[in-house]
C-alpha cells in the first residue's frame, strides 16, 4: 500500500518551456502533498507544502509564479515550472501524506534536463 | 532551527560486512526520526522509523535506536548485501502536529562490493 505514482520519470526540452509533472496517490487520500528539489549528490530541499484545496506554503527562497503548485484533489497534485531554464534543470521529488503524523511516501522523482 | 546531520560518505564496504551509519540530531521537543533509502534514479522509500526515545526501528535487517540522551539515530546492519547499495537519508519530523515536515541530512552512499 501507500503508493505515490510520479509523471513524467524524465524530460527534456527547450529553455523558455512550461513543464507540469503530476504527483498521484494510488490506494490513499492524500491531504497533504510536498514537493522537494534534489541536485545531484545532494539533500532534498523541500520547496512547497500543499494541502488538499488550499494555496501551497512554500520555502524561503522559492519562487512562487515559477513553481506553480496545484493540489485540486485528495489524489493529484501538479507542480508547473514555468518559463524554465537550464538553471531549473534538476530532480524533481514529490511526496504524499494521508493525514497528522503519519510518514511522507515518496514518488519516483522527475529528472527536469533544460538545454 | 531543527537539523540533521550524517556521516560523510561515500562509504565502500565488502559484502558481509558490518554497517553503521551515524546520524545525530538537533531539536526541540520530540520529534519522530526516519531513516530512507533511495536507489539509483528513485524517489525515496522508508526505511525504518522511530516515534519516541527508545523506541527501536527494524526492517530488511537494517535496525536504529531514538537515542534522547546522545539525540542520534545511528543506522545499523550485521551483513550488508550488494543489494544495499543506495542513498541513506536521516531525517526527523519537525512542525506542530498535524503540519509536520521532514528535515533531512545530506545524505549518505553506499557501496557494497561483492
Known amino acids: 500500500g501507500a503508493v505515490v505514482s510520479q509523471h513524467p520519470s524524465r524530460v527534456i526540452c527547450k529553455s523558455g518551456t512550461s513543464v507540469k509533472i503530476e504527483c498521484r496517490s494510488l490506494?490513499?487520500?492524500?491531504?497533504?502533498m510536498f514537493w522537494y528539489r534534489q541536485f545531484p549528490k545532494q539533500s532534498l530541499m523541500l520547496m512547497a507544502t500543499s494541502n488538499e484545496g488550499s494555496k501551497a506554503t512554500y520555502e524561503q527562497g522559492v519562487e512562487k509564479d515559477k513553481f506553480l503548485i496545484n493540489h485540486a484533489s485528495l489524489t493529484l497534485s501538479t507542480l508547473t515550472v514555468t518559463s524554465a531554464h537550464p538553471e531549473d534543470s534538476s530532480f524533481y521529488i514529490c511526496?504524499?501524506?494521508?493525514?497528522?503524523?503519519?510518514?511522507?511516501?515518496f514518488g519516483d522523482g522527475t529528472r527536469l534536463s533544460i538545454l | 532551527g531543527n537539523s540533521v546531520t550524517q556521516m560523510e560518505g561515500p562509504v565502500t564496504l565488502s559484502e558481509e560486512a558490518f554497517l553503521t551509519i551515524n546520524c545525530t540530531y538537533t531539536?526541540?521537543?520530540?520529534?519522530?526520526l526516519f531513516w530512507y533509502v533511495q536507489y539509483p534514479g528513485e524517489g525515496l522509500q522508508l526505511l525504518l522509523k522511530?516515534?519516541?526515545?527508545?523506541d527501536k526501528g527494524s526492517n530488511k535487517g537494517f535496525e536504529a535506536t531514538y537515542r534522547k540522551e546522545t539525540t542520534s539515530f545511528h543506522l545499523e546492519k550485521g551483513s550488508v548485501q550488494v543489494s544495499d547499495s543506495a542513498v541513506y537519508f536521516c531525517?526527523?519530523?519537525?512542525?506542530?502536529?498535524?503540519?509536520?515536515?521532514?528535515?533531512f541530512g545530506q545524505g549518505t552512499r553506499l557501496t557494497i562490493n561483492p
Open positions: 522511530a516515534t519516541k526515545a527508545d
Open positions: 490506494d490513499f487520500q492524500a491531504t497533504t
Open positions: 511526496s504524499a501524506r494521508d493525514w497528522g503524523d503519519q510518514p511522507q511516501h
Open positions: 531525517a526527523l519530523s519537525d512542525g506542530p502536529r498535524g503540519a509536520q515536515k521532514l528535515v
Open positions: 531539536a526541540t521537543g520530540y520529534p519522530s
